[in-house]
């Protein structure tokens, strides 16, 4: 039996205690390193907290380069109502119930909408910053939907025919309509606009014939419309002034033999297609663009424990803004979010603003933020 010696206990407490910092010494400086690391990432983005109305977080839907936000807050009467946000005036209510659908902003603060009337009707509706509101007519929102506003007030949506087919339609004021369903169609509906007066839309032929089209009411050479090519009409987002339409597609081979990868992708009339960036996951997904062609995206991550354990250790959803220069860029870091918590983009301006509300794991909505460009950190 080997004898121990009190020298050789002093030495291997010794080696013990060296060990013991060299382990604690090598955990303080990963942890500094990444501490710093994280300080020296580059902060693209202030965030402003848009204030509360009636104790309830302000919803926004839209905004306007003019970072002019419209949405909704909870009126004294506990109902919802239309309202705008500004730097200058704050959350002003505009006098407006709303009913359901969506709402939109043109850069001239033009408000397009469905409202709710004191009987209790849906009605569409155009209100202007000097004229106030207006009903749009002929065809109420009883009879269709709106969807997008353009420069100069037209609004784009749809409309139910009298035959009861729904077919996509354009307000050039709030008594004039424009038919835009494409010849053949059994039904279709007009989902956005650009200040050129592209509008982007989609369609039916029947249940197994379905398509995006593409209307240019500015081009006296154009035939009406184009059908946009693709299988899906939900691969396509949206529409900017520049003519180009965001999408999602398979990417041809880059290599041989090599399997193609879904990339983001621009697509235009008159050009080839524009493969932007692989999108990494079948959970990824663009959502904005504006005319800078900087795209919204975003990615669903799933750790190894939310396979086994999905209630504990539940999918996390990251937003990223796609730049052409800088790249990808996280917008969850210039947020302060909670473990759970999720940012839900409403909308992306021109200006490279986006905003959006945080919610909480279970949907709640805790605050609304304007994320806004730190011009020095965007020099091209």
Known sequence: MEHVTPDHKDARRRRLRCLVVVFCVVGLATVSAVFLLRLAEPRFYRAVILPSYGGQPFR??????????????????????????????????LGIGFSEGTLAINNAGQIGGEMCD??????????????????????????????????GGRIV?????????????MWEDTGRMRDLNPPGASCSAAD???????VLGHFDHNTSDR??????????????????????????RDLNNGGYVLGEGL??????????????MLWHRDKDPTWLFPLVNLDAHVAYLNDANQVVYYETHRS?????????FPPCTRLFLWDPTHGSISLDKCLKLGGRDYFAVCDLNNEGCIVGVVESGKGVRKRAVLLEPIAGKWRR
């Open 60 to 93: 926004p839907f839209a905004m306007n380069d003019r970072n002019q936000i419209v949405g909704l807050v909870t009126t004294r009467r506990g109902g919802l109502g239309v309202a705008l946000w500004d730097r200058e005036q704050g959350i002003r209510e």
């Open 118 to 151: 004191p009987n209790g009707k849906t009605l569409g509706f155009l209100w202007d910053p000097n004229a106030g509101m207006s009903q749009i007519g002929p065809a109420g929102v009883d009879e269709g939907r709106l969807f997008a506003i353009g420069d």
């Open 157 to 169: 949506g749809a409309y139910k025919t009298d035959s009861g087919s729904v077919h996509a339609c």
């Open 192 to 198: 956005h606009i650009n200040s050129s007066g592209q």
């Open 211 to 236: 398509g995006l089209c593409l209307w240019d009411l500015a081009d006296p050479n154009f035939t009406d419309w184009m059908s946009v090519p693709g299988e899906s009409t939900g691969l396509y």
């Open 251 to 264: 990417c041809p081979e880059e290599r041989p033999g090599a399997w193609p990868r879904r990339y983001a």
């Open 304 to 312: 190894t424990l939310s396979k086994w354990f999905p209630r504990r």
